[in-house]
């Protein structure tokens, strides 16, 4: 590349308009869906709201990293244009961080403040007049009022499942990386298999959750209503389960790159972005078998 | 376009700000229902929080960065301009609330649950949802400021040379890829309260009300630091400019604002302090706050440094910079009182807390856009502005304000509490004051608009350089700026 090349600096582009009408209409179209459904009312015209507006959306993500896809590949970018992805994906990585910290914070406000609380213990043991006999516990199997928060029979143990799914997510960030190097040693044939490896253990992964999920509300009686264990539960692993979907979606879209022969040995950053992702979701999942599943 | 919307939001907040006065100018209900009122207070806060102070700045980050760094636009300029159009999206959906059934948001900017969850209206979700966009926006914008900051320096400015707007949006862009997410955790952990039976912070599930305080607050409290350091760091450019001497104590000036925002992180449960949180909770709390004003204090002591012994002049960014110093002081000695836990028992939710945070946001955040926007017009516009309108500007302001804020103090401390549309007889004589000075600050602003557009319309031609004290490399390009500067970056000694 050249030495002292300019930062290249975009045209004007349609495609954060599109994005905006695609998101403002998406959204409006969920919000739709649930006060509707709230007030009994039909949610047809939400659905269908919320599918124009997806299909908008998709169109622009296509065509938006398209143009960028395009510009790269045309040689139009400095390496300090590449730092300013680099810095971009690392703190948008971070802002994903702080996200599952708000949840894992009221994790941990409920576990050690709210039960105890509310089964009389420490400072605020007070509460515990508010729901008499109550027992602070941990799952929380009984809720203080039963009747509006009917409680599970029983928690997910973290030996079965979940560990499978530990196995399949940590493996696969081996897998990744195995691909990675691969693709700096230039070997096209390997890293297109190891990126196969990686995404058929996420959807191994994503497939054993559902059926976690499913186990948990048919059989456990265990749902988003059974009281703050299911709130946190759901919350944690359905925000994980969704940014691994996301990023198996990006790891397809990047074999797909492979597939046609983009990238190079040495400027290959789409994977890479794709590749720090893949190992926050797995760090999280992490953070989660411990917290969630096991204490 | 930022600065356009900003201004927009900031009259339709102002507007909503006007009804409130009107119906608090007397005792008894004359002009709005109980219901309306509180959707009036709720909006003014949300709209001027994040719809009109927040763009603002950012509008100001947009344009002045890449000028002072030597850069010839934003890192990411495409992600930039979704960041930007994704406000009104959001604004849109948030307005179009007033005209949904129930109404709109009427639990108060920091919709507490369960108010805002059990007992919100419909529309509720909508706002949820508005608050999602908004918050998509500013994270993206931040994370722009930090790449181009970071990354499109020109050669030679190393990070201690970098001017001190530059720096304040450095760690502003840090505060806001930190805590933006939190806010946006906390609305879905609302959005799931209220429409899928999930028990966050209701307690007969296990949750907790207070949970909501807290990861709000955790939120909210660096978000008012978001709202301020950029209005330090634009001061901090206009003192010196006015001054003819260079900002006293530059190092130490960095090394405030980032104590102020690590600082941030430790102190939100100050807000919390009458909501039956430990004894030991309170205690750090209040101790962390009271620390906060050590740097703060540098910073005051610094601009006032800067202005002694120098060859000083008073056009409007003087004027609005140094009321910001002074005003923005006593706002900040109103919150040291509230930080104090016990007296804060008294003080908390009456009109008290209100005079503090107008104080640091009227004077201090919105007085700082007014300084930046008269210190930078000619430069955006090619134009110099009106300075006798200007001053005219100025000055109604000032007096308008104090006259709206001032009084509130002795209300809180009388025992009013916020968010009333009636009280009772003993508080009526200060609350007509304070209409009146409300009237006049908002009438005045109407002044500010046709500035505005006066100076983009015309006036006389402004040189590169119009301050003969200002310092920084915005001034070395011709005004009105050209569509890409910096091509090729400067050299920076």
């Excluded at chain 1, 510009?71 to 703190?91: H, K, N, T």
């Excluded at chain 1, 990238?263 to 992490?286: C, I, M, P, Q, R």
């Excluded at chain 2, 001027?48 to 102070?53: D, L, Y």
């Excluded at chain 2, 070395?476 to 700026?481: K, L, N, Y």
């Amino acid at each position: 590349m050249a030495e002292n090349q300019s930062y290249y600096v975009p045209e004007q582009s349609k495609w954060p308009i599109i994005a905006t009408v695609g998101l403002g209409v998406t959204l409006y179209g969920v919000a739709s869906i649930m006060v509707n459904a709230q007030q009994g009312e039909s949610t047809t015209g939400s659905w269908v709201m919320f599918f124009i507006g997806a299909l908008i959306m998709a169109y622009m993500l296509f065509g938006w990293f398209g143009s960028v896809i395009r510009e790269s590949r045309a040689g139009l970018y400095s390496p300090q244009m590449d730092r300013s992805f680099r810095w971009g994906m690392i703190w948008f990585i971070f802002s994903e961080v702080m996200f599952f910290a708000a949840f894992f914070g009221a994790l941990f406000y409920v576990r050690v403040f709210a039960v105890p609380w509310l089964g009389g213990e420490g400072d605020r043991g007070s509460s515990n007049m508010l729901w008499e006999g109550f027992q602070a516990t941990w799952p929380l199997i009984q809720t203080p009022d039963p009747q509006a928060y009917p409680p599970a029979e029983a928690t997910i143990g973290p030996w079965g499942l979940p560990l499978v799914n530990t196995i399949l997510l940590v493996t696969s960030s081996f897998t990744i990386t195995v691909a990675h190097h691969a693709l700096k040693a230039g070997n096209r044939a390997k890293v297109k298999i190891w990126m196969i490896a990686t995404i058929l253990l996420a959807i191994g992964f994503l497939v054993l959750q559902a059926e976690e999920y499913v186990h948990a509300y048919q059989d456990l009686n265990l749902t988003l209503e059974s009281g703050i264990y299911g709130s946190t539960f759901f919350m944690l692993t359905g925000f994980h389960g969704a940014h691994v979907t996301l990023g198996t979606l990006m790891l397809f879209i990047m074999l797909m790159r492979v597939n046609k022969g983009h990238f190079t040995a040495d400027s290959h950053f789409g994977f890479e972005a794709a590749a720090w992702y893949w190992h926050f979701v797995d760090v999280v999942w992490l953070g989660l078998f411990v917290f969630v599943y096991i204490i | 376009m930022y600065l356009i919307f900003s201004f927009t939001m900031f009259l339709l907040g102002g507007t909503m700000a006007m009804v409130i006065r009107a119906e608090l100018f007397q005792p008894g209900l004359q002009i709005v229902q109980p219901e309306f009122f509180n959707q009036m207070t709720t909006m003014h806060g949300l709209i001027m929080v994040f719809g009109a102070v927040m763009p603002a700045f950012v509008g100001l980050a947009n344009w002045m960065i890449p000028l002072m760094i030597g850069a010839p636009d934003m890192a990411l300029p495409r992600m930039n301009n979704w960041s930007f159009w994704l406000l009104p999206c959001a604004f849109l959906i948030l307005v179009s609330t007033l005209f949904m059934q129930g109404g709109a948001p009427n639990f108060g900017w920091t919709f507490y649950a369960p108010l805002s969850t059990t007992y919100g209206p419909p529309s509720t979700t909508f706002f949820i949802f508005a608050v999602h966009i908004m918050g998509i926006s500013s994270i993206m914008g931040a994370i722009n400021v930090i790449a181009t900051i970071l990354n499109l320096r020109a050669p030679g400015m190393t990070l201690m040379k970098m001017p001190l707007f530059v720096w304040t949006w450095l760690i502003t862009a840090f505060l806001l890829i930190a805590v933006m997410p939190v806010l946006a955790g906390v609305v879905t952990m609302m959005l799931m309260d209220i429409n899928f039976g999930t028990s966050f912070f209701n307690a007969a599930g296990g949750g907790d009300p207070v949970l909501f305080q807290h990861v709000f607050w955790f939120f909210g409290h660096p978000e008012v630091y978001i709202m301020i350091l950029p209005a330090f760091g634009a001061v901090s450019h206009i003192i010196p400019a006015f001054s003819r001497k260079p900002l006293f104590g530059y190092a130490s000036m960095v090394y405030a604002v980032g104590a102020i925002a690590l600082l941030s992180f430790v102190v939100w449960a100050h807000h919390m302090f009458t909501v039956g949180i430990p004894i030991t909770g309170q205690l750090f709390f209040m101790y962390a706050t009271m620390l906060i004003a050590v740097p703060t204090g540098v910073k005051v002591f610094n601009w006032v440094a800067t202005m002694f012994r120098g060859s000083l002049s008073f056009e409007a960014p003087m004027l609005f910079a140094v009321a910001f110093v002074i005003l923005f002081t006593i706002g900040g000695f109103s919150g040291l009182m509230l930080a104090i836990a016990p007296a804060d028992f008294q003080y908390h939710d009456t009109y008290f807390v209100v005079a503090h945070f107008h104080y640091v946001l009227v004077p201090g955040a919105i007085f700082g856009i007014f300084a930046s926007a008269y210190f930078w017009l000619p430069k955006w516009t090619g134009h110099m502005y009106d300075e006798t309108l200007a001053k005219t500007h100025f000055w109604l302001s000032f007096i308008g304000m104090n006259l709206a804020f001032f009084p509130m103090h002795f209300l809180g401390l009388a025992g009013m509490p916020r968010r009333i549309p009636d009280y009772a007889l003993q508080f009526a004589d200060f609350n007509m004051v304070s209409s009146i000075g409300a009237f006049m600050f908002g009438a005045t602003q109407l002044l500010f608009l046709l500035i505005v557009v006066k100076c983009v319309k015309g006036g006389k031609e402004a040189p590169a350089k119009p301050w003969d004290g200002a310092e920084g490399l915005e001034w070395t390009v011709p005004s009105p700026a050209p569509y890409h500067t910096f091509a090729t970056p400067p050299e920076v000694k």
